[in-house]
Nanobody, 124 residues
Framework: QVQLVESGGGLVQVGESLRLSCTAS????????MGWFRQAPGTAREFVAT????????SEADSVKGRFTVSRDRYKNIVYLQMNSLKPEDTAVYYC?????????????????WGQGTQVTVSS
């Protein structure tokens, strides 16, 4: 089993920044990529970013590319999502997840363990 705990969410103004953290514990040696997803009320969960086990390969959704950066401290088992130039449409619950499959999938069904989520609200 792997446990994931997100932190760092909150209420910010348009254009401001937030950094989300996700701390993994348990059988982390069995996992590969870690991903960030988000879900706004009344919408489906969507991919935000993913980072490989080594931390060297990253991928971001087009909607956040150039504004969000994902990174990983593999020794501390922490994944970060740096979010800059936030927009109202970024408002959602943000979840981190990890996969026991190799590769960096953008599909939520490929992730096996999920955190409880952290709310990000961007006010205009």
């Amino acid at each position: 089993q792997v446990q994931l705990v997100e932190s760092g969410g909150g209420l910010v103004q348009v254009g401001e920044s937030l950094r989300l953290s996700c701390t993994a514990s348990g059988r982390t040696d069995s996992t590969y990529a870690m991903g960030w997803f988000r879900q706004a009320p009344g919408t489906a969960r969507e991919f935000v970013a993913t980072v490989s086990r080594s931390g060297r390969i990253t991928s971001e959704a087009d909607s956040v590319k150039g504004r969000f950066t994902v990174s990983r401290d593999r020794y501390k088992n922490i994944v970060y999502l740096q979010m800059n130039s936030l927009k109202p449409e970024d408002t959602a619950v943000y979840y981190c997840a990890t996969s026991t499959k190799s590769g960096q999938s953008t599909r939520d069904q490929d992730y096996d363990y999920w955190g409880q989520g952290t709310q990000v609200t961007v006010s205009s």
